[in-house]
């Protein structure tokens, strides 16, 4: 067994009572592309928020690479260690032109006061390299609040690759991208798995099937399954949270 | 790149500089000089408060107490050059005399000296801003809560120079100053050099801001003011930063206030407190905030025009001020500078409409 990128044990995070996760234990290793998916509220993004430090475990182990206790860490610290991050919301900084917010998440090295004030050119040829990469090299000096929602998007996938992370927490990357965008960006997540872990949360079921090796399938804060593409769609459990719902609010109408 | 005009703002900047340096001295009374002067000094404290709001976001309502120790620091140098020139023959400030001080407290004593009295002018209000910066900024206290803890630090610092009278000279301040370095500000010529003195002191700040502002760590600045939370996961500590831009923008307050004390004459708590403070905070809206030129240009734009009502109506000027600031605010938020951008950009585009339709005339014909 080789040592696990990302490894959670019984984490538990609740919000005034309220388990957004229980007892959950997760693994995934070096070089992984995992999918997770699950019905609204089944604790992907609360997932997400532990291991990039925006929400503390009430309880349980958070380990990410050889044995660094993420727990006591703040937000800055772990995307130092190599942990980068897509919101759900595209938030990047819209008064910024679009190679500044690269330029931004470039330099990993110098992110302190000093260093940012005397440092020197900008890093051009990686940050065009990403430009390149996310379709954007022509709105460079476009301020980024003004590019589209899936413009967005693609900057801030952008945002993590420039960021070389070894760990990718992607939180649904196609959300209001047409067809064609939704194709492009699954190979490109595809095509960074290998050299990075990349965790993706999505609920668009077609760049699943694009994307997937292995999903893991959360319900109410804990792990429900996990496994190939097929033995997902072939698990009676899970067709029952996705389809129970359905005919529950069926039988409403 | 969209560097290609950097050249045309030096360009701007130097003939302005020129202007302000040669120009204005011989072309204005002397009257007009020192007031230009004053509202210069106060124009390098209005740089520094876009740092901190226009460039950061954060708005600090507490500006006059940094312009205060700043112009204190000075206050002090200059009631001690007096010396037993003073009403009552001593060595003692006249003040401290009528309020039964028999020796001169220690912390006035090293403002004898011109270079600490300066050096502190600058450094207290950074190591002030710097402190308050690291209890706020650490327990991740933002927006309106930080304007509300400056402006009740404006309150307390106020009502500390009003109440230890014998130690500040209480709500009269510290006047009545005859000479700085040995020169006699009575001098026309002494307030000419104080006004270049100035005059340099502005270039040499808007030169250090604008530098802040053009280098990587600016658009952390822009960053932080967009969205802090998700700089926190690019890897960046916004604490740090912030502490950086408060601290130095307290130091320019001093700076400013240094300089303006003996182109005035006094400092008072009125210089401090809350109404100061907010002033100071439009001065920089009215120019232009998120701009360095619009900061300065605001500050001379609203103190010009205080100067012009209170000399006709001085009754109104508060309300003529109050009501500027609504407009502003409703009206062009982003200040002078963001309203001539506007028509600017307005007619270039009128102009390439005009182009191409000519053009397309031509083309048809």
Sequence with gaps: MPTSIIYLEGVTVSFEGFKALNNLNFIMYPGELRVVIGPNGAGKTTLLDV??????????????????????????????????????????????????????????????????????????????????????????????????????????????????????????????????????????????????????????????????????????????????????????????????????????? | MPNISSWKDWLLFGAIFAVLMFAAPAALSDFRLNLLGKFLALAILALGIDLIWGYTGMLSLGHGVFFGIGGYCMAMYLKLQVGAAGTYQTDLPDFMTWNGLTELPWFWK???????????????????????????????????????????????????????????????GITDYKAILGFDLADNSVQKGLYIATVLALGVSYVFCRWIVRSRLGKVLGAIRDAENRLRFLGYDPVGFKVFVFAISGALAGLAGALFVPQVGIISPSNVGIVPSIEMVIWVAVGGRGTLSGAILGTVLVN??????????????????????????????????????????????????????????????
């Design chain 1, 51 to 253: 291991i990039s430090g925006k929400v503390r475990p009430t309880a349980g182990r958070v380990i990410f690479g050889e044995l660094t206790d993420l727990s006591s860490l703040r937000e800055h610290e772990m995307a130092k260690l190599g942990i980068g991050r897509k919101f759900q919301t595209p938030s990047v900084f819209k008064a910024l032109s679009v190679f500044e917010n690269l330029e931004l998440a470039c330099h990993q090295k110098s992110k302190g006061v000093f260093a940012t004030l005397f440092s020197k050119r900008a890093e051009r040829e990686k940050i065009f390299a990403v430009l390149d990469e996310i379709g954007l090299a022509d709105k460079a000096w476009m301020k980024a609040g003004s590019l589209s929602h899936g413009e967005k998007q693609w900057l801030e996938i952008g945002m993590v690759v420039i960021q070389d992370p070894r760990l990718m927490l992607i939180d649904e990357p196609v959300a209001g991208m047409t067809g064609k965008e939704t194709e492009k960006t699954g190979a490109l997540l595809s095509s960074l798995a290998g050299k990075h872990s990349v965790l993706v949360i999505e609920h668009d079921m077609n760049f699943v099937r694009q994307i997937a090796r292995t999903i893991t399938v959360l319900h109410e804060g804990t792990v429900l399954c996990e496994g190939p593409l097929e033995k997902i769609q072939n698990d009676p459990r899970v067709a029952e949270i996705y389809l129970g719902r359905e005919h529950k609010s069926h039988a409403s109408h």
């Design chain 2, 304 to 365: 010009a025009a205080r100067s012009g009502f209170s000399e006709q109506f001085p009754a109104f000027w508060l309300y003529f001020l109050g009501s500027l600031f609504i407009s502003v605010v409703l009206f062009f938020p982003d200040g002078v500078i963001g309203a001539l951008r506007y028509a600017r950009d307005g007619f270039e585009k009128l102009a390439r409409r005009k182009r191409s339709a000519v053009a397309e005339f031509e083309e048809v014909i």
């Design chain 2, 110 to 172: 090293p403002m004898h000296h011109f270079s600490i009295a300066m050096l502190s002018a600058i450094l207290a209000p950074a190591l002030c801003a710097t402190l308050l910066g690291l209890l706020t900024f650490r327990s991740r206290v933002q927006g309106v809560y930080f304007a509300i803890i400056t402006q009740a630090l404006a309150l307390v610092a106020s009502l500390l120079l009003i109440g230890q009278q014998p130690y500040t000279g209480g709500t009269n």
